[in-house]
């Protein structure tokens, strides 16, 4: 089912039918596809079905109020993106602070002026819009992105490459951790070291790329392996498969006796191995060695 039109689409969530109706007709006038919901639980379902591209949110409503539905939209990945305004009554102003802690993005107060509705909307649609361009340039060029809000280290979009590279790693437990340590050195004007998550021989490495203090901060993802590191290395310097197996655990910290132990042979082929290595590196030590072949690797 197809709900996209140019103005675009509103999800409309009341429990009384009059004010549906009233905004319903307001919207529909101005061009807008417009879904409409009565209570929380229908909400939840129509977004994730439909991906409106803004929700306007009664506040009170009986069972799950709008506070505990915003709170659910933006826990599921599928429709944390979408911009939500608060309808709110003119003595509830204490419900304000609870709505944009509840992840709401705006409000507007009863009784409603739909001219105030549609401006409020149109701002929003606009910096939406904005994002959805990104967003559509970095799937055209298969960038592996995602953007986290820093205040609660929650994905709020990804590009199809970065779900894909992140199926099978502790995303969740290691992530939001990271996420926090990066936004306190940045605060203080140091660097943070990028996130790596080990899969087998495979590796996930997440670096900071864009930051905001109070809006999302843009992850760039890439997945490296043993096999696809040593490959590089046999190319960047015309090493054997074995010499470059050798420099790829010297690059990792690894002794002599270990690299011997991981490739079954004796330390002293190990030795020779990188003495080859070093000649065609063009340097005399294992320190060496390991820097010049990460930053070619780096560079590549």
């Given at each position: 089912?197809?709900f996209?039109?140019?103005?675009?689409i509103?999800?409309?969530?009341?429990?009384?039918?009059e004010?549906?109706?009233?905004?319903?007709?307001?919207?529909?006038e101005?061009?807008?596809?417009?879904l409409?919901?009565?209570?929380?639980e229908?909400?939840?379902l129509?977004a994730a079905?439909a991906?409106?591209?803004?929700?306007?949110?009664?506040?009170?409503?009986?069972?799950?109020?709008?506070?505990?539905?915003?709170?659910?939209?933006k826990a599921?990945?599928?429709?944390?993106?979408?911009?939500v305004i608060?309808?709110?009554g003119?003595?509830?102003?204490?419900?304000v602070?609870t709505?944009?802690?509840?992840?709401?993005?705006?409000y507007?107060?009863?009784?409603?002026?739909?001219?105030e509705?549609?401006a409020?909307?149109?701002?929003?649609?606009?910096?939406?819009?904005?994002?959805?361009q990104?967003?559509?340039?970095l799937?055209?060029?298969g960038?592996a992105?995602i953007?986290?809000?820093?205040?609660?280290?929650?994905?709020?979009?990804?590009?199809?490459?970065?779900?894909?590279?992140?199926?099978?790693?502790?995303?969740?437990?290691?992530?939001?951790?990271?996420?926090?340590?990066t936004q306190l050195?940045h605060?203080?004007?140091?660097?943070?070291?990028?996130?790596?998550?080990?899969?087998?021989?495979?590796r996930?490495?997440?670096?900071?790329a864009?930051?905001?203090?109070?809006?999302?901060?843009m992850?760039?993802?890439r997945?490296?392996?043993?096999?696809?590191?040593?490959?590089?290395?046999?190319?960047?310097?015309?090493?054997?498969?074995?010499?470059s197996?050798v420099?790829?655990?010297?690059?990792?910290?690894?002794?002599?006796?270990?690299?011997?132990?991981?490739?079954?042979t004796s330390?002293?082929?190990?030795?020779?191995?990188?003495?080859h290595?070093?000649?065609?590196?063009?340097?005399?030590?294992?320190?060496?060695?390991?820097?010049?072949?990460?930053?070619?690797i780096?560079?590549?």
């Amino acid at each position: 089912m197809n709900f996209n039109t140019d103005a675009g689409i509103v999800l409309v969530v009341d429990d009384v039918p009059e004010n549906l109706a009233v905004l319903h007709d307001a919207l529909d006038e101005s061009g807008f596809t417009v879904l409409v919901a009565n209570n929380g639980e229908a909400a939840l379902l129509r977004a994730a079905e439909a991906q409106p591209h803004i929700i306007l949110l009664d506040a009170i409503m009986p069972g799950m109020d709008g506070f505990e539905t915003c709170r659910q939209l933006k826990a599921n990945l599928a429709t944390r993106h979408i911009p939500v305004i608060f309808m709110t009554g003119l003595t509830e102003a204490e419900h304000v602070v609870t709505a944009f802690a509840a992840g709401g993005n705006d409000y507007v107060t009863k009784p409603l002026r739909t001219s105030e509705v549609l401006a409020r909307i149109a701002a929003h649609l606009q910096t939406a819009k904005l994002v959805d361009q990104a967003r559509s340039a970095l799937d055209a060029f298969g960038n592996a992105v995602i953007a986290m809000t820093p205040r609660d280290g929650k994905v709020v979009w990804q590009t199809p490459l970065a779900r894909t590279l992140m199926q099978g790693y502790m995303v969740d437990a290691e992530l939001p951790a990271w996420l926090q340590a990066t936004q306190l050195a940045h605060s203080q004007g140091l660097s943070h070291p990028p996130l790596t998550l080990a899969r087998g021989a495979r590796r996930l490495i997440f670096s900071a790329a864009e930051f905001s203090e109070n809006e999302q901060w843009m992850i760039v993802l890439r997945e490296e392996s043993d096999t696809a590191q040593i490959e590089k290395l046999m190319a960047s310097f015309k090493l054997t498969q074995r010499e470059s197996e050798v420099l790829n655990w010297v690059i990792k910290g690894k002794t002599n006796r270990d690299i011997g132990d991981i490739l079954g042979t004796s330390p002293r082929t190990i030795n020779k191995h990188l003495e080859h290595v070093f000649v065609k590196l063009g340097v005399e030590t294992r320190t060496s060695a390991a820097s010049v072949a990460l930053a070619r690797i780096e560079r590549s």
